[in-house]
């Protein structure tokens, strides 16, 4: 399968526990994005990188939040101290020719 | 004033039907729009992008309107299949030109009864 694969695709957690997250986007795509989606909302943007360079960032990444894409390959989402809010599908996306294709997300259930 | 709004629906149509579904955005500064579709509890697909002439594929077609910032897209002859959310997405411009991040709508939902 060549497409934006995730893992884990499913996360259950504790409150107060840190998680983390893969994303592995297409080889030849430059860009990674990471969004949120709860039931009944689109995916809410996090962040971007271009490359291994995070790019932008949204509001609602907390310092809790932390990106990386050290190598400009796969992309990693970490979590701290979780909370109860934090329960959410995590999708990661890369671009080509300004298509995203998506990745099936990783749900994460904090409890 | 929310950056992209869509009507939530649900939409409940009988197959065969045309369908029009409806999306604002608040950024004048946009350049890039998009239609994606999402299956329940899948990821979110590319349905088309929306050019400024407006554009087909098919049975669907998208339209933008710049002055009302407003983009339009329509189902002819809906089929069972087409029951998905039905996401409208639109860029928001980054310093220097490029595309930036994008935005996306809360999705309006279609069922096609038969």
């Known amino acids: 399968d060549t497409g934006v694969s995730q893992d884990p695709r499913h996360k259950i957690t504790k409150r107060g526990q840190n998680v983390t997250f893969r994303c592995d986007p297409i080889?030849?795509?430059?860009?990674l994005y990471w969004y949120r989606q709860t039931l009944g909302q689109g995916p809410e943007f996090l962040t971007y990188f271009q490359n291994e360079a995070q790019l932008e960032k949204s509001r609602l990444l907390s310092d809790r939040f932390s990106a990386e894409r050290p190598k400009g390959s796969f992309s990693t989402l970490e979590i701290q101290r979780t909370e109860q809010g934090d329960s959410a599908m995590y999708l990661c996306a890369s671009t080509h020719a300004g298509e995203q294709f998506f990745g099936p997300g990783t749900r994460l259930t904090v409890l | 004033r929310k950056e992209v709004e869509q009507d939530p629906g649900p939409f409940n149509v009988p197959e065969g039907a045309t369908v029009a579904f409806n999306c604002t955005y608040s950024?004048?500064?946009?350049?890039?729009f998009f239609w994606y579709r999402q299956d329940c509890r899948k990821e979110p697909k590319l349905l088309m992008s929306v050019y400024s002439s407006g554009n087909e594929d098919g049975r669907f077609t998208a339209q933008l309107n710049r002055a009302s910032q407003y983009i339009s897209l329509l189902i002819r002859d809906s089929k069972l299949s087409d029951s998905a959310t039905y996401l409208c997405?639109?860029?928001?411009?980054?310093?220097?030109?490029?595309?930036?991040?994008?935005?996306f709508g809360k999705g309006t939902k279609l069922s096609v009864k038969p």
């Open positions: 950024n004048s500064a946009s350049q890039s």
């Open positions: 080889s030849e795509h430059n860009r």
């Open positions: 997405v639109v860029n928001i411009p980054a310093y220097g030109g490029s595309q930036g991040n994008l935005i």
